[in-house]
């Protein structure tokens, strides 16, 4: 594997921020992973595990190894009539795994189109939308050690997944990278269009015969219409959380706010943090590069040279203004480096 220096990360991640990092390498095995957690540790400097970018902020140049992950392959384990494991590497697209498993009629993730990023890191978000997360279709990974270099399987309860959570983000951050994530598919699969405006997207794009392709349609139909296209516009998608508050709580904030959704959960009320920003004033912002974006509020972007430090305190004002005004802090889904 080739180690190179002094390399610009602006193609590296949504946001386009132009931060370098001192050593950067491409894993496209384990072996080639393995050689990179031992150079980092030679040269006496952090390692930092790069997918698609897709969940960075970077508010400095790396002094650190950047390893991005080019695991790939897509491979069948075992099939019966009515389901398939299939085993990909962490370094797959995440999108081009949903439109591989639809032209094979496995059903399951086509509520997850166009979500960016690799597969690598959709179990340590838990990634989800439109009533689907990664938890409803995963069975185990694999990693590896970053100090013992041994090989770990993680079945499903291991991962001890949540809204947006995982056992990666929290008591295992930090200690293992994944190499491989294997998923169990529907061959028969059940439909899932009763959530946010599916259903409504279906009836107006004149769909009435419910298909995988259909409902991947319809999602990516409603996520350009919401989101910039990091392509054009940058930005790491959502870049807050969904808060979860308690039932009094939303009932306190309800008799001053009547107006406020919310959505019972198991544990509490689900606040749209879109809604608690726009509601605070930041919808459309705009600070000289950056900003929030103008059709959806929980989105921050990058216009062009905008710099990742100033991002990073935007979010913070955003957050102190929703703390103040509902008292609500929001969590950030997007990582700091």
């Given amino acids: 594997m080739k180690i190179q220096e002094n390399i610009s990360l602006k193609a590296f991640n949504t ?73 990909v590497g962490a370094g797959e697209d995440w999108h081009s795994l949903v439109l591989h498993c639809i032209a094979k009629g496995w059903g399951g993730v086509e509520n997850l189109s166009l979500i960016p990023g690799t597969v690598g890191a959709s179990p340590m978000q838990n990634i989800g939308a439109y009533g689907v997360e990664i938890k409803d279709v995963f069975q185990e990974l694999k990693a590896i050690h970053r100090e013992s270099l041994e090989k770990k399987i993680f079945q499903w309860q291991d991962c001890k997944f949540g809204y947006r959570e995982s056992v990666f983000k929290n008591d295992l951050k930090g200690q293992f990278i994944i190499t491989h994530v294997v998923f169990k598919f529907q061959k028969k699969p059940i439909f899932h269009v009763e959530y946010g405006a599916i259903g409504k997207t279906l009836s107006e794009m004149g769909i009435t015969d419910l298909s995988l392709e259909a409902i991947s349609n319809a999602v990516m139909h409603i996520r350009k219409s919401k989101l910039p296209d990091p392509k054009i516009i940058g930005n790491a998608g959502s870049f807050f959380k969904n808060p979860t508050i308690s039932k009094i709580q939303f009932e306190i904030i309800k008799s001053k706010h009547p107006e406020i959704p919310g959505f019972p959960t198991e544990s509490g009320v689900k606040i749209p943090a879109a809604w608690l920003i726009e509601q605070a004033g930041w919808k459309g912002k705009t600070f000289g590069n950056i900003g929030v974006h103008k059709l959806q509020p929980l989105v921050l972007v990058n216009y062009g040279d905008g710099d990742g430090k100033q991002i990073k305190e935007l979010s913070q004002k955003i957050q102190d203004s929703i703390l103040e005004k509902f008292n609500i802090l929001l969590q950030p889904e997007v990582n700091f480096l």
């Fill in 15 to 87: 946001f386009g921020i132009d931060k370098k990092a001192y050593f950067f390498g491409i894993a496209k095995s384990i072996d080639d992973l393995k050689e990179g957690i031992q150079k980092a540790k030679e040269k006496g400097i952090p390692l930092v595990i790069l997918g698609g970018g897709s969940n960075i902020l970077l508010t400095k140049d790396l002094n650190a190894l950047v390893l991005k992950i080019e695991i790939k392959g897509i491979k069948l384990i075992k099939e019966s009539e009515t389901e398939v494991i299939v085993e």
